[in-house]
Structure formats: C-alpha cells, structure tokens
C-alpha cells in the first residue's frame, strides 16, 4: 500500500503527456465500472488526468492526441536568436532590410510586419528616445548664478 508521502512526491510537477499505452487501462477501468478515485489509485495517475482522459473518450470516442489549434509558428527558437543577434548589433536597422538579412542568412521567408511583432514580442520596441532640451551658452550662463546662490541648500 501507497503512503501519501511517496504518492505526493511522485505526483508533484508537470509531466509529459499519456503514452497510449496508460490511457488504455483507464478506459478499461471505466468501462469496468471502477471510479476515477480507484482508477487513480490503481493507475497512480491525477484524478483530474484520469478524468479528463475519460471525458475526451465521451466526447470524440478516442484518446489519441489531436493535434494543436492554431497556426504553426513561422519562426523557430535559431531563428528567433538570429534576429535578437541582428537587433543587438545595429539597433538602426529597419524591419525591412533585417527580413532581407534574414532571408539571406537564414532562408526565412518572412514580411516586415513578422519581424516587428517578434521583435516586441522580445521587448524591442520601435520608438524615439525622449527629447531633451539642450543647454546653451546663454542658458547655461544664467543657470549658473542660479545654482551657486542655491549651494548650501538642505532639505
């Protein structure tokens, strides 16, 4: 018999998805009238796993793996390190001539809308330094009068 201390500690964290080969007895289980607390048990697999792997049998009549919603990403992670590398090294380069480079040097084949959002998506952001004021001669005369009457401020 299981102690709840070994159950635990076997449970804890995420891990990789079902073989085939364990979702097969959970179905078995189900249609043998077992309940999800005792195919757990037997199993020594989450409740929430073992229900969930019951339910998709409900629903579609398999428990094979579907494949992901959405649309692949165009970009992979040599690709991603790629441009970072390219942004880094010029930061003036426009989305333009770095889909170029990375056509050149990569074989991606991307538009310069694609590049931008990878690039936010990476904290790179498209925007102008804050302008500030540059101090002239004249100003920087009066401003000098001004500071060293104010020295020995304290607050």
Do not use: Y
Request: net charge positive; glycine share 10%; aromatic share 4%.
């Amino acid at each position: 018999m299981q102690t709840a201390s070994t159950n635990i500690g076997e449970r804890m964290g995420r891990s990789q998805e079902l073989s085939d080969s364990k979702r097969g007895p959970v179905i078995g289980g189900h249609l043998g009238n077992k309940s999800i607390r005792d195919i757990s048990w037997l199993l020594n697999i989450p409740r929430s796993t073992v229900s969930g792997i019951i339910t998709k049998w409900k629903q579609l009549g398999t428990t094979a793996t579907q494949p992901p919603s959405g649309r692949p990403r165009h970009m992979t992670g040599r690709g991603q390190r790629m441009l970072k590398r390219t942004v880094r090294r010029s930061r003036q380069l426009s989305a333009e001539s770095i889909a170029k480079d990375l056509q050149t040097w990569c074989g991606l084949q991307m538009s310069p809308t694609t590049v931008r959002r990878e690039l936010h998506g990476m904290g790179f952001h498209g925007r102008a330094a804050a302008s500030k004021p540059s101090i002239t001669k004249c100003n920087a005369k009066q401003r000098m009068p001004w500071c060293k009457a104010r020295r020995h401020w304290t607050l």
